[in-house]
C-alpha cells in the first residue's frame, strides 16, 4: 500500500527495431516515456514516422459515428432488454485484441454504412444545394413536413451571398439552393422547415432579398427538382434504419477496432517524442522498479541483444516522477477520493490506506441506517457479480459496497432500520441522545487531526529533519493537548485534576511555536512575528474541530427525515386498501429520496473533512499520473495480463 518505487531509463535501439519493440512495449504496458523531442541536435533530430494521423482519426469519428447511431436506433425499436445489458463490456487481452483486429474488413463495414448517407452538399441543374441531413439527422416526420412547405424564392446581389449562405447554414431545418442569376445577381430557393420561416424573413431582409415566383424566373422544374430531393431522403432515412438493424451485428467489430485504432496512434505518436539518427533511435522514461529483470528480457528478444540502456533509480526528491499507486483491494476502492484531489508527491506518502478507515467511519455516522446499508451493499454486490462492468464503473461500485458496512454499523448503534420502520435495539438513539453523538464526533475528530499531524512529523523524521518533527507538530501536540483539557472543563469536571498541567503543556507548546515556527524569516524580528502568526493559526484548529459537528448533524437530519416519512406512511395506513398503496409508495419514493440525499451528503462532506481537516495538516499532493502504454479504455475492458 504505496507509491510504486520508479526507475528512470535511456534506451538505445536500431531503427528497425523501433515498431516492434514499441508494440512489445504495449503489450507490457507498466513503461511511460519522456519528450526527448526538444533536445534535438545535429546528430539526433526528432522522429517523423509518416503515419497519416488524420486519416486514423477520420475512422475512428466514422466509427463512433456508427456506434452512437446504432445506439439511438436500438433504444428507438428494440424491446427492453435484460437489466444489466447497459452496463456490461467485453473483456478480452491486449493481445486477444490485436488478433481480432488483424480480420477485421473495417473499410468494408464502414462503406456499408456510408453509402446510405448523403452528403449536405450536392450541385443539381446547375445549383448548389444544401440540406441538413448528414450532421443534423432529421427524422422522418420531420422531412416528411419539409417536403410540403412552400418555398421562398428570390434574389440577392453577390456581395451579400457569401454571408447569406454562411447564416442559413446555421439552421438546422432549412433546405436551400442557389446559384448565379447573372453577373450581379444570385439566385436562391429556400425550403424552410414549419416555424423557422419569422427567422428566415429576418435574415433574407438584412440581406435584401428580393422575393419572385418560380413562373417568373422560370425555375418550376428546378423547384420540383428540389422537392423530390426532400422526398429521395425521407427513402434514404428508411434505408438507414433497415440496415443499421444488420450493422448492429457488428457492434463488437466496430468496437473492437476502435480501441485498435486508439492504441496505434498512441503508438506512433509516442514516436514523435522520440530522437533518431540516419541508424539509431533514443527513447527515455520509466519503467517500475520491480519490473527491470523483465523490461530487460523484452528488449533482449525484441532487439536481438542490439541495443544499450541505461538504468537508475529514481531519487526521492525527484520531482517530475510520475506516480503509480499500488493498494491491496479494499484500499483501492477509495483511491477515487485521492484521484479526486491530486496524486501524492514522489517523496511523500499515498494518503489512501491513511484516510480509508476514517473516511469509512464518517460516512457510516453520516447516512447510518441498517436499511440503506442492506440496499447499498446487496444492490452493488450483484451489480458486480451479475455484470461485466466498466473498470471505473466496477470501482466506484466496490467502493459503495465497502462504505455499506459502515453504514450497517452505526445504523445498528442508532438503532435505525430505515428510520425506525423496523425496530431494533440501537446503544443509541440519535434523535435523542443527539449531544452524546455531537461530542463522540468531536472526539474523534480531534483524533483525527491528530493522526494526521503525527503523519507529517513522520514525513520529516524520514526526511531526517527530526528537530522539523518537534518544532511543527510537537509543540502543537502540546498547545492542542494543554487547550483541550482547559476548554473541556466548561462542560465536563472529568479533567479538572489536570488543570495545572494542561496550563504547563498549553504555554511551553505556545512559546515553542512563537520561537520556532518563524525560523524561515531572515531577521529575529521577522521570525518573532512570523512565529506569532503560525499561534494564531490555533484559531484555524478550533475551526477544524468544529467542522466534525457535521458527522451527527447529518446523521440526525438524515435519521428525522426517515422518521418523518414513515409518520406519513402510518397515517396513510389508516385509509384502508388505498391508503396503504399510497403508503407504500410513499415508502418506496421517501426513503429512495432520503438514501440518494443523504448518501450524496455523507460523500460530499466526508471528501471535505478528508481533504481539508486531514489532507491539510501533512500531505500537498501534486504529482503527475502514471500514464501506462496503453490508450483509456472506451468501449472494452483490457483484460490486466501477466506478462
Known sequence: MAIVKMSEFNLLVMNEHVDQLLKEL????????????????????????????????????RLQDVLNSVTEFEKKHRKKGKPLEKLNVMSLSFEELTERCQHIDI?????????????????VDGFTL????????????????????????????????????????????????????????????????????TQIEIILDKHHFQLRSASSLGIDGDVQVMKEQVTHLIEKHQNIEKRLSTIGNYREELQLYYEYLQNEELRYRTKLSFLN???????????????????????????HDTYFVEITDVPLEATDVPIKLKNNKLVRAFEGITNMYSLPRYNELDPTALFT????????????????????GIGTFALIKLGNLKESTENFLQFLLFLSLPTIICGWIYGSFFGGLIPINGLIDINKDFMFVLVFAICFGIFHLFVGLGIKAYLFI???????????????????????????????????????????????????????????AKTIFGKFASGLYSLYGLSNYIGDVLSYSRLMALGLAGASIGVAFNMIVEMLSGFGV????????????????????????????????????????????????????????????????DN
Do not use: C
Request: glycine residues 8%.
Open 578 to 641: 388505498f391508503g396503504i398503496i399510497a403508503g407504500f409508495i410513499v415508502f418506496i419514493i421517501g426513503h429512495t429520496f432520503n438514501l440518494g440525499i443523504s448518501g450524496l451528503s455523507a460523500y460530499v462532506h466526508s471528501a471535505r473533512l478528508t481533504y481539508v481537516e486531514f489532507f491539510g495538516k501533512f500531505y500537498t499532493g501534486g504529482g503527475k499520473r502514471f500514464e501506462e502504454f496503453r490508450s483509456k479504455n472506451t468501449y472494452i475492458n483490457i483484460n490486466q495480463e
Open 357 to 376: 478507515p476514517f473516511y469509512a467511519i464518517f460516512f457510516g455516522m453520516m447516512l447510518g441506517d441498517v436499511g440503506y446499508g442492506l440496499l447499498m
Open 462 to 520: 524520514r526526511m531526517g529533519k527530526p528537530l522539523y518533527a518537534l518544532f511543527d507538530v510537537g509543540f502543537w501536540y502540546l498547545t492542542l493537548s494543554g487547550a483541550i483539557i482547559l476548554i473541556s472543563q466548561m462542560f465536563t469536571p472529568l479533567l479538572a485534576p489536570y488543570t495545572t498541567i494542561g496550563w504547563v503543556i498549553m504555554i511551553i507548546g505556545m512559546v515553542g511555536i512563537v520561537l520556532t515556527n518563524g525560523r524561515d
Open 26 to 61: 504495449q503489450l507490457y504496458k507498466n513503461v511511460t516515456f519522456k519528450d526527448l523531442s526538444q533536445e534535438a541536435d545535429q546528430f539526433y533530430g526528432t522522429y517523423d514516422n509518416g503515419y497519416d494521423f488524420e486519416r486514423n482519426r477520420f475512422i475512428q469519428s
Open 130 to 197: 444544401y440540406r441538413p441531413w448528414d450532421h443534423q439527422k432529421m427524422n422522418r416526420e420531420a422531412l416528411l413536413k419539409l417536403s410540403k412547405e412552400k418555398a421562398i424564392i428570390g434574389t440577392v446581389e453577390q456581395k451579400h451571398v457569401k454571408t447569406l449562405e454562411k447564416e442559413l447554414q446555421k439552421i438546422a431545418t432549412v433546405f436551400f439552393m442557389h446559384r448565379p442569376q447573372n453577373d450581379e445577381q444570385e439566385l436562391f430557393v429556400l425550403i424552410p422547415q414549419e416555424g423557422t420561416s
Open 107 to 123: 473499410e468494408r463495414l464502414l462503406d456499408t454504412y456510408d453509402k446510405y448517407y448523403d452528403v449536405a452538399k450536392k450541385v
Open 277 to 303: 539518427s540516419e541508424q539509431v533511435t533514443q527513447m527515455a522514461g520509466w519503467i517500475f522498479t520491480e519490473d527491470i529483470k523483465r523490461f530487460n528480457h523484452l528488449l533482449e528478444q525484441t532487439t
